[in-house]
Each structure stands twice: as C-alpha cells, then as structure tokens.
C-alpha cells in the first residue's frame, strides 16, 4: 500500500469508458435496428401526431445537430473522472434504451407525414439516416431521451467553465429542436422521450444512496 505521504495519481478510466461506449453503442445498434424492422412491418403502427405538429416547420440544415449526438453519445462516456459516475451513466442509457426498445415492441409507432426529401449534402446526410431509420420507433422519441443523460454528463464535465456550460446548453437544446425540425419526431414523442430521459437521473442518482 502506498504510504501516506505518497501522491495520489487519479486516473480517469477511460478503458470502462471504452468499454461502457462500445457494448451500449452495439446495444443500441442491435436493439433499434430490430425494433426498427418490427415496426416497419407491423400492420397498425400508431402515432402521436396532433393538432400543434401540423405548425411544426421542416428545417433541412438541423440534420447537423441532429446528427451530432451520434457522436456526443459516445464521447459522453469520456468526461467522467471516477468509475462510480461512469457506471451510473451507463446504467442510465442502459435504462433509457431498454425502455424504449420495449415500447417500440409493445405499441410500434410510425411518422404519417410525407417526409421532404432535401437536395445537396443535407439530402445525402438525410437519405444516410433514413437508410438506417425507417420512418417508425416514433414514440417515446429515444433521441430525446439520450440526449437529456448526454447532455447531464456535459454539465458536470464543464461545472467550473461557465461560458463553455451556456454553449453547451444552447447546443443541446439545438439538438432537442432538430428531433422536431428534421421531422423525425412529434411533439409528444420528444415530450415522452425528455421525460424518460429525466425519469433516468432520478432513478439512477450520480450518488448511490447509503
């Protein structure tokens, strides 16, 4: 054992970290491309479209931040400095995944409206996702929900940076927006996917009670 006057080198564990990003990575990939296929060819999706989506604009350029918590999603896993916080964000996107795999099972959801289809790079990047993702797994919206734990991990990463928090809220909330402006998702399936991704924070607290 070290003695007390040694210095204490504190690691960050980025081989969990690795670890954590890539067996969840494949549990997304595995778990939505299934559900994916199980909705797509379900006879009677539902669907949560209302009155207020119907005002909803489609914006071609929000395919950027959309897209970009494909990459903030694994960086995440990166910008804890003890294992103990690691593994409750992984427990949470574990929880939030498991969960909408589930509903998209249960009760398949599907998008109704005609979906634009964009010129140019955003066009590419638009046929790219669409490609991956049938217009289905609607509800509740998992983009949202994974966004709301990437974006607690975030937060806690930039605590003694102020500027750096401010920006890295607005970007989030870009991203939140472009679940509606992509048309990817309704309304209430960002609502139902925001609340399943806090539901996660609160059932799985950064501090484990005593």
Partial sequence: MPSASSPVIDIPPWRE??????????????????????????PDPHSLYGHWDAYVPFFAWTIWPY????????????????????????????????????????????????????????????AQLRAFEAPVNMAPSLHAAVLVLVWRAGVAALHAHRAGRMAWHAWCALILLSTLTTWQHDILDVVAGTLLGALALWLVPMRAPR
């Fill in 17 to 42: 970290a690795l670890l954590w990003a890539v067996l969840l990575g494949a549990f997304f990939v595995g778990g939505y491309t299934l559900t994916n296929q199980w909705a797509a060819a379900h």
């Fill in 67 to 126: 897209l970009s918590l494909n990459l903030l999603y694994p960086c995440a896993f990166f910008t804890f400095v003890d294992v103990h916080a690691l593994r409750r964000h992984a427990a949470r996107i574990a929880l939030v995944q498991g969960v909408c795999f589930v509903a998209f099972t249960v009760w398949p959801t599907t998008n109704t409206r005609a979906l634009p289809v964009p010129d140019g790079v955003t066009g590419v990047l638009f």
